[in-house]
């Protein structure tokens, strides 16, 4: 199992750019999540999906949308870079099921927004 | 509303010398509890978690935390460090309204010395 993969690794966008990150799990698991990691600011939640074909705001969703279109794959999409949006990206996933609560965590994304 | 502290941003300690990184949160529900450990430039990783019964729990790499209902702490901690332990740990909190929401504390960079 390759657990959850995020593409690209590392990204430089100028401002008012797109991009579309990407991530993949392969373990089935139900909920699936973004994140932005600013230093000193721990995680924060971006959006969220809690099945295929569903999604939900979480604590920092301004000028990002998402979309989860098959049960494996979350897209994260910015329409409009701005440099605010410079972070590290995490991609998460969790099995609500069986009493397992634990959520597994991607390599991350290094986005900069100049 | 729910949150987490973690209320020590840094901690240095040398090589086998205890440890112990505080983490206090507040909700007026059910919470499920979780410690995870950032390595430099990777995703996080489960350390251990608190879902029900002992209140001592224990991880990996020797980590254990004791959860206390009436102070609302989950406090991390390592009879002996060793080097490679130096990383980044967040405490978190996983609570259920309209699907499972985890909130992450600051984070605390325990920095291992010769």
């Known amino acids: 199992n390759a657990g959850v993969t995020q593409t690209p690794k590392f990204r430089v966008l100028k401002t008012g750019q797109s991009m579309t990150l990407l991530c993949a799990q392969d373990?089935?698991?139900?909920?699936m999540y973004w994140y932005r990691q600013d230093p000193g600011m721990g995680l924060r939640l971006i959006h969220y999906?809690?099945?295929?074909?569903?999604?939900a705001k979480g604590e920092v969703p301004d000028g990002y949308n998402v979309s989860r279109l098959k049960k494996q794959n979350f897209l994260l999409g910015l329409e409009s870079a701005a440099p605010s949006q410079t972070s590290v990206y995490f991609c998460?996933?969790?099995?609500?099921?069986?009493?397992?609560?634990?959520?597994?965590f991607g390599p991350g994304t290094r986005l900069t927004v100049t | 509303a729910q949150s987490v502290t973690q209320l020590d941003s840094q901690v240095p300690v040398f090589e086998e010398a205890p440890v112990e990184l505080r983490c206090n949160y507040s909700?007026?529900?059910?919470?499920?509890l979780f410690w995870y450990v950032q390595y430099p430039n990777q995703g996080l990783q489960l350390l251990l978690k608190?879902?029900?019964?002992?209140?001592l729990v224990k991880g990996i790499n020797g980590f254990e935390a004791e959860f206390n209902k009436s102070q609302t702490s989950f406090h991390l901690r390592k009879p002996s460090v060793h080097i490679s332990d130096t990383a980044e740990y967040f405490c978190?909190?996983?609570?259920?309204?309209?699907?499972?929401?985890?909130?992450f504390g600051a984070g605390t960079r325990l920095f291992v010395k010769a």
């Open positions: 998460a996933s969790t099995k609500t099921r069986q009493g397992s609560y634990e959520q597994y």
């Open positions: 373990m089935n698991h139900e909920y």
């Open positions: 999906s809690v099945g295929e074909g569903t999604t």
């Open positions: 909700s007026s529900v059910s919470v499920y």
């Open positions: 608190y879902l029900s019964g002992s209140t």
């Open positions: 978190a909190v996983t609570i259920q309204t309209g699907g499972f929401k985890t909130i």
